[in-house]
């Protein structure tokens, strides 16, 4: 069983804590946004999201699958292959939700490190957290249910901290010493 988290590490937790809420929600659109941009471009819509170019400010281009789109295999190597071309110019939004997001996922993976270190949690539960940015809709879910663990977790901490302080110094209190007597 791992050790219990210091309290003097408590300050540190709930700045690691409000990180990790962060991190999951941005991450959790991010991979929304990414999952729906997916679905307009590999599905029979062919369809990419384009900002300026020619087509104005916010526009939609598609996407031409190769005249000779094929399949590729590992087990039958250069045959079969297929391209996607984009057809569209300017900023390819498309393409800039799929980087973002990638690169925020590495820092949702260092808040996921960051609050599992510091509680103290066995492995698993930070495979369980990093998890949250690759599974739809997962990430929403870990951010409330890790929230009010670690607040419970932290209230009760410090609600026996505060018992077991005020039962020590009564304690003293009331033990005679020699130089009462």
Same mark, same amino acid.
């Given at each position: 069983?791992?050790?219990?988290?210091?309290?003097?590490?408590?300050?540190?937790?709930? +700045?690691?804590? *409000?990180? #990790?809420? !962060?991190?999951?929600?941005?991450?959790? %659109?991010?991979?929304?946004? =990414? %999952? &729906?941009?997916? $679905?307009?471009?590999?599905?029979?819509?062919? !369809?990419? =999201?384009? &900002?300026?170019?020619?087509?104005?400010? @916010?526009?939609?281009? *598609?996407?031409?699958?190769?005249?000779?789109?094929?399949?590729?295999?590992?087990?039958?190597?250069?045959?079969?292959?297929?391209?996607?071309?984009?057809?569209?110019?300017?900023?390819?939004?498309?393409?800039?939700? $799929? !980087? &973002?997001?990638?690169?925020? #996922?590495? %820092? #949702? =993976?260092?808040?996921?490190?960051?609050?599992?270190? @510091?509680?103290?949690?066995?492995? +698993?539960?930070? $495979?369980?957290?990093? $998890?949250?940015?690759? %599974?739809? @809709?997962?990430?929403?879910?870990?951010?409330?249910?890790?929230?009010?663990?670690?607040?419970? #977790? @932290?209230?009760?901490?410090?609600?026996?901290?505060?018992?077991?302080?005020?039962?020590?110094?009564?304690?003293?209190?009331?033990?005679?010493?020699?130089?009462?007597?």
């Amino acid at each position: 069983m791992p050790r219990a988290p210091k309290l003097s590490s408590f300050p540190a937790i709930r +700045g690691a804590l *409000t990180f #990790y809420q !962060v991190a999951s929600i941005i991450t959790g %659109v991010g991979l929304l946004l =990414l %999952v &729906a941009e997916m $679905l307009l471009k590999y599905t029979p819509l062919h !369809v990419e =999201l384009f &900002a300026g170019g020619s087509g104005g400010a @916010l526009w939609f281009a *598609t996407v031409i699958p190769g005249a000779d789109c094929q399949w590729w295999s590992l087990f039958a190597p250069m045959t079969n292959e297929c391209e996607m071309i984009s057809t569209g110019d300017g900023l390819n939004i498309s393409l800039f939700i $799929l !980087v &973002a997001h990638g690169w925020f #996922y590495v %820092v #949702y =993976l260092f808040a996921c490190f960051r609050i599992w270190s @510091l509680m103290r949690w066995p492995f +698993g539960r930070f $495979l369980t957290l990093a $998890l949250g940015g690759i %599974v739809p @809709l997962l990430s929403f879910f870990m951010e409330a249910r890790v929230a009010r663990e670690v607040k419970e #977790y @932290l209230r009760r901490r410090e609600d026996e901290e505060l018992h077991t302080h005020a039962a020590h110094s009564t304690l003293t209190h009331e033990i005679p010493t020699e130089n009462h007597r």
